[in-house]
Nanobody, 117 residues
Framework: QVHLVESGGGLVQAGGSLRLSCTAS?????????MGWYRQAPGAQRALVAR???????NYADLVKGRFTITRDNAENTVFLQMDSLKPEDTGVYYC??????????WGQGTQVTVSS
């Protein structure tokens, strides 16, 4: 069963923008404490990019502060990551993450973001 469906990755030039979307199934979205995005660059571990709680609190990795914005649409069970002023070092596979109050953790299948210089 697929719980998280991601979209919006792609190839963009440095300075450009992309918007990632992650839609959760209703059964886990209703139990969610937070949703977020993690990035895994080649040869590196998966690391937090941004996340947002059910109450709307957000936190961001230092490297993306001021450039990325995470929002959620509760009516659509969806979280968005608006990525502006993209840099080549933003390149990687972006994974959607959902944590419930239990807590259980769910991951999306990943979407590739490539920023060319």
């Amino acid at each position: 069963q697929v719980h998280l469906v991601e979209s919006g990755g792609g190839l963009v030039q440095a300075g450009g923008s992309l918007r990632l979307s992650c839609t959760a199934s209703g059964s886990i979205f209703r139990r969610s404490y937070s949703m977020g995005w993690y990035r895994q660059a080649p040869g590196a571990q998966r690391a937090l990019v941004a996340r947002i709680t059910t109450g709307g609190m957000t936190n961001y990795a230092d490297l993306v502060k001021g450039r990325f914005t995470i929002t959620r649409d509760n009516a659509e069970n969806t979280v968005f990551l608006q990525m502006d002023s993209l840099k080549p070092e933003d390149t990687g596979v972006y994974y959607c993450n959902l944590v419930t109050f239990t807590p259980d953790t769910y991951w999306g299948q990943g979407t590739q973001v490539t920023v060319s210089s």
